[in-house]
Structure formats: C-alpha cells, structure tokens
C-alpha cells in the first residue's frame, strides 16, 4: 500500500518513512524523490507478481496496473509533483523579512532614522546614496549670513559632503549631481568654491537655472552617490 501525507509529521511511502519538515524535506528534495521512486518501484514489482499471478487464475482487478510501463507512467507524473510541493514548502517556510530589512534605509544628518517628515535628506538604498536638494538654510533655517553666491555655495556643498559621508561615501563617490541657481550669473561664482570640493575630479554635473528656490537660498544641489565604506 502506498501512502503520501505531505505535510503530515511524517510522509510514508512503502515500507519508508521520510520527516516532513518543509525546511528539510525542500533541501532533501533530490534524494526523497530518488528514495520514492526506488520504494515505488518495489511496490510496482510486488503488484505486478501479483497481479500475474491473478491473471493466470482468470482473475481481473487491477487491470490498469497489468504492466511495468502504466505503472511507470503513474511515476512520471506524480514526481513533477513532488518537485512543486517541495518548492512550495520551501517558500512558505521561509520567514517573511521584516521592514525594517527591506533594504531602504531613511536618514538624518546625523545618520539617524529621519522620522515621518515629508522630505528626507539621506537615503541609501543597493550601496547607493541619495541626497535630497540641499539649499544654504537646509541644514540651518535660521541661520544668517551673507546673501553671495559663495557663502551660499559653501553651505550647500557642506551639507552635501556631511551627507554623503553619513550615508558611507566620499565626495569623489559622488556619481551625479545637480545644481540649481536663482542667476545664472552666479554660475562663475559657484564654480570657484565648487571646484574645491572635488581635487580628484568632479563628479556627472548638470546646472539649470530656475526662477526661485526655497528659503532664499541662491542655489540648491542634489546628488547621487555610492558607497565606499560600510558602517
């Protein structure tokens, strides 16, 4: 007699039993099906003596199973099907990961977990860093200081290094990046202290300039970076 219990505490095939735990029967999957169909094959053998020796008596039950070759097709389309539940079981016995670890990481200036706020300045994200548009009052609103477009450039390309390197980069990390004017004009002036923040050679760079920014910042940069070291 053959029995197969999946999911059962124990699935017998023959005169074999085998555990059903999913974990271990998804990684055992190759030798449980080798198993059953060696304990099938013996079944098939033992019902085929029979079954011959019932015929010779005239007799007809199990008429569907009067050849090796039937049997043997029965076979063939139930191992499939061992195949499927293994897999199956597998992946239901795998814990869902929690979201905390679903590889999105949303954080402040100081590394921390950045809250609900509707804007987030860092997040990283497959070893990548992605740094909100940084104005000169993004990380100090009430701040005051002079309205030029290098002292604005300066604050803004702070903000920009303290991220990417609270996110894992440096700035020769940066891959691509954005600047934002309030006047064109100020593109000379930007340039002069921008070009001291990248020694080694800058980083993909577009610049536009647009009527306003917020905070009456003079300029506004974004970037993406990648990862160089880990925390």
Do not use: W
């Not at 079944?43 to 020796?53: A, D, R, W, Y």
């Not at 954005?178 to 070009?195: A, P, Q, R, W």
């Not at 980083?203 to 880990?230: D, F, H, M, Q, Y």
């Amino acid at each position: 007699m053959i029995c197969l219990a999946f999911g059962a505490a124990v699935c017998s095939i023959g005169s074999h039993a085998f555990p059903a735990s999913p974990m271990s029967y998804a990684l055992n999957l190759k030798q449980y099906m080798a198993n059953a169909a060696e304990a099938m094959f013996s079944v098939s053998l033992s019902l085929e003596l029979q079954i011959s020796g019932l015929t010779k008596q005239g007799g007809t039950m199990f008429s569907a199973l009067t050849s090796r070759r039937g049997f043997a097709a029965r076979l063939a389309a139930i191992l499939p099907g061992l195949a499927t539940s293994g897999a199956a079981l597998n992946a239901s016995s795998a814990s869902p990961a929690p979201q905390a670890n679903s590889g999105v990481r949303k954080l402040d200036y100081d590394g921390k977990p950045a809250g609900t706020g509707f804007i987030t300045p860092l997040i990283v994200h497959n070893d990548t860093i992605y740094i909100a548009g940084q104005g000169a009052h993004s990380h100090d609103p009430k701040g005051e200081f002079p309205m030029d477009i290098e002292t604005h450039t300066k604050k803004v390309m702070d903000n920009v290094k303290t991220l990417v390197e609270t996110g894992g980069g440096t700035m020769d990390s940066i891959l691509q990046l954005t600047v934002y004017l309030t006047k064109i004009d100020d593109y000379d002036g930007m340039n002069k202290v921008f070009k001291t923040y990248f020694p080694s050679g800058g980083p993909a760079r577009t610049t536009v300039a647009v009527a306003a920014l917020p905070g009456n910042s003079l300029v506004e940069i974004n970037c993406i970076a990648a990862i160089v070291k880990k925390g």
